[in-house]
Nanobody, 123 residues
Framework: QVQLVESGGGLVQAGGSLRVSCAAS????????MGWFRQAPGKEREFVAA????????VYADSVKGRFTISRDNAKNAVYLQMSSLKPEDTAVYFC????????????????WGQGTQVTVSS
């Protein structure tokens, strides 16, 4: 089992930066691929970024490439999403998720989810 808790969300002006964090617990964390997803009101949850269990492989949605960076620190049982050059369309609840196995870009295959943290980007 993996338990996830997000933090670091908040209000930021367009063009600004923010880092959201996900604290994980559970014996399976080191074997888990991690992903970040987001969901805006009235929209489906969408993929943002994912990272392999060892941190050596990452993948990003086209909408955030060059602006967002996913990273993990297995020693600290944590995964991060550094967000830069934020845009109003980045406004959403950001969720971290974990799955046992290789990383994927669809939310349905992630077994564990945090509660989410709100990121609001003002124009």
């Amino acid at each position: 089992q993996v338990q996830l808790v997000e933090s670091g969300g908040g209000l930021v002006q367009a063009g600004g930066s923010l880092r959201v964090s996900c604290a994980a617990s559970g014996r399976t964390f080191s074997n888990s691929a991690m992903g970040w997803f987001r969901q805006a009101p009235g929209k489906e949850r969408e993929f943002v970024a994912a990272i392999s269990w060892d941190g050596e492989n990452t993948v990003y949605a086209d909408s955030v490439k060059g602006r967002f960076t996913i990273s993990r620190d297995n020693a600290k049982n944590a995964v991060y999403l550094q967000m830069s050059s934020l845009k109003p369309e980045d406004t959403a609840v950001y969720f971290c998720a974990a799955r046992i196995g290789v990383m994927r870009q669809v939310p349905d295959v992630y077994q564990y989810w945090g509660q989410g943290t709100q990121v609001t980007v003002s124009s």
